[in-house]
């Protein structure tokens, strides 16, 4: 099998979103699918140091372990190629800025922020696009690391091929003088991530949409270096709903974490992910991660960019979660209990947690699921007005239907859900009522819950005697 050796490379300044999150995954997919000839790499680009945020670094790797994306090599788990922190690799980039320097490739600029503003506002005077290869000095001082570093670029027509987005090409125009390692010693991502790539055998490069107006200085900077340059893949962006705007902060691009805070499974999430802008190229929406991995391939990727629509993240999830046994769910669902459901008998809860499994969208909806099995309801009549059926129901009425059902269960001994189905479809035919109604008023006469798991099966795990005392409160508290 060929080598594959793929990276995530992310900076450390901020929080993990869908986007980034994306392009990981899909290049550990490639990696993936190599077997013992493939390697997915975590290398930090921590070079902006003005931008770093405090913590980054641990959320981003953190939120790939929950995602199940591990690395092979990278921050944390090291390899042959340590250090993986870009600072830390200073010494590194300035040898391979010596060979440029020394192949007259690069060139210290002299000039201060006042003169290039001076040629930018030139430039717009006379209506034509600022390029510094225009400005470049004739004697340009030896470079002392005290002054940027820039790239002495070779401008010419560049056509490629990428893996995504196919047959493309540039004039020119395009490539300019770009600075390699600023003032401060730290290298720009133009010229690090070339170097990092080259030195650990990068074979596939994915990244997002906004750097493919980049690629042309890309790939004149593999020529100065002598560097043959590795597949390139674009991923398009993915859109706000609307499809009008990239995804924002605004739009409901959050933390990654968060939705781990929220009850979804990390199954999902990768199985929502991987088919934003991806498919296999039939009807299947729900995937394993060993599904993903084998059928996974850039030329199935979009070229258009991919929607993000987080009702459907939820729909994926309920999917994920019942396509689990309750013995896989149940270790997952630990934050998720109440306090009361926590001081029960963990037998108890996995009896709950089989009744409500279908039922739950997220794992955030336990605690109103499965709350009413633990602990004593409070009566809720507010809930019979607003339902359009029971609300037409008169006092009298509720108080008679819910005495029924209490005479019903009092004389009844096998309280299995198969027994019970039969006792309430009895009951159907003594009150005369539809089961709209009276399955309805009984069940919030014993949970005072929204929504709850089939009416005998919530009976039979409540128990007779828990069922008989609520019924009664109830009809009390009329």
């Known amino acids: 099998m060929t080598l594959v050796r793929t990276r ?3 900076s450390p300044t901020g929080f993990m ?16 699918q190599a077997g013992s000839n493939g390697a997915f790499i975590l290398r930090i680009e921590d070079t902006d140091k003005s931008r770093e945020v405090e913590g980054s670094i641990a959320q981003i790797e953190q939120s790939l372990r929950w995602l199940g994306i591990h690395w092979d090599e990278g921050v944390d788990v090291g390899g042959p190629h340590t250090p993986y922190l870009q600072s830390e690799r200073l010494e590194l980039y300035k040898t391979w800025a010596q060979k440029l320097i020394d192949s007259g490739r690069a060139y210290a600029d002299p000039y201060t922020p006042e003169e290039l ?14 390029l510094f290869r225009d400005h470049r000095p004739e004697h340009p001082p030896i470079w002392d690391g005290t002054q940027p570093l820039r790239f002495k670029s070779d401008p ?22 770009f600075i390699l390692i600023k003032s401060d010693g730290f290298p720009t991502y133009n010229f690090c991530h070339i ?50 705007k990239k995804l924002g902060k605004r739009d409901g691009a959050k933390d990654i974490l968060e939705y781990a805070t929220e ?14 802008g991806w498919n296999d190229g039939t009807e299947q929406e729900v995937f394993t991660v060993h599904e993903l991995i084998e059928k996974f391939s850039l030329d199935r990727v979009q070229k258009s960019p991919a929607r993000f629509d987080e009702q459907r993240l939820l729909w994926l999830n309920g999917q994920h979660i019942r396509s689990l046994s309750v013995d ?69 009425e509720v108080s008679g239907l819910l005495r029924a059902a209490h005479e019903a269960f009092s004389a009844t001994e096998d ?6 189905q039969e006792v309430l479809n009895e009951l159907l035919e003594t009150t005369g009522q539809k089961p709209g109604i009276l399955f309805s008023l009984i069940r919030l006469a014993v949970s005072w819950a929204p929504f709850s798991p089939a009416l005998n099966e919530t009976l039979a795990v409540l128990g007779k005697d828990t069922v008989l005392a609520r019924i009664q409160t109830s009809v009390q508290s009329l």
Do not use: C
């Not at 979103?17 to 993936?32: D, E, Q, Y």
């Not at 890309?218 to 706000?240: D, S």
């Not at 309280?415 to 019970?420: G, R, V």
């Open 328 to 396: 896989e769910l149940y270790p997952r669902t630990r934050d998720f209990w109440t306090d009361a459901a926590l001081n029960a008998g963990e037998d108890e809860r996995k009896n709950v947690l089989a009744l409500v499994q279908d039922r739950l969208k997220t794992l955030a909806d336990l605690p109103v699921l499965s709350g009413y099995f633990f602990e004593e309801p409070t009566p809720n009549w507010g809930m019979v007005r607003e339902n359009k059926q029971l609300s037409k129901l008169s006092t009298e």
């Open 17 to 32: 979103h869908v986007g980034g999150v994306r392009t990981a995954l899909f290049a550990w997919f490639l990696a993936r």
């Open 415 to 420: 309280f299995t859900a198969e027994a019970l």
């Open 195 to 244: 170097v990092d790539d080259a030195e650990m055998g990068i074979t596939h490069v994915l990244r997002s949409q906004e750097f493919v107006s980049s690629t042309p200085k890309f790939l004149n900077l593999y020529e100065a270096l002598g560097l043959e340059p590795p597949i390139l893949a674009t991923l398009p962006f993915v859109m706000a709903i609307d499809g009008k």
């Open 8 to 10: 995530f490379a992310p």
């Open 156 to 177: 010419k027509p560049y056509a490629w091929t990428d893996a995504v987005m196919g047959k493309l090409s540039t004039g020119p125009d395009a490539i300019d003088d």
């Open 117 to 130: 503003d001076a040629f930018r506002e030139q430039a717009k005077a006379e209506k034509r696009p600022f």
């Open 263 to 276: 009850g979804y499974l990390p199954e999902a999430m990768v199985n929502f992910l991987a088919t934003l």
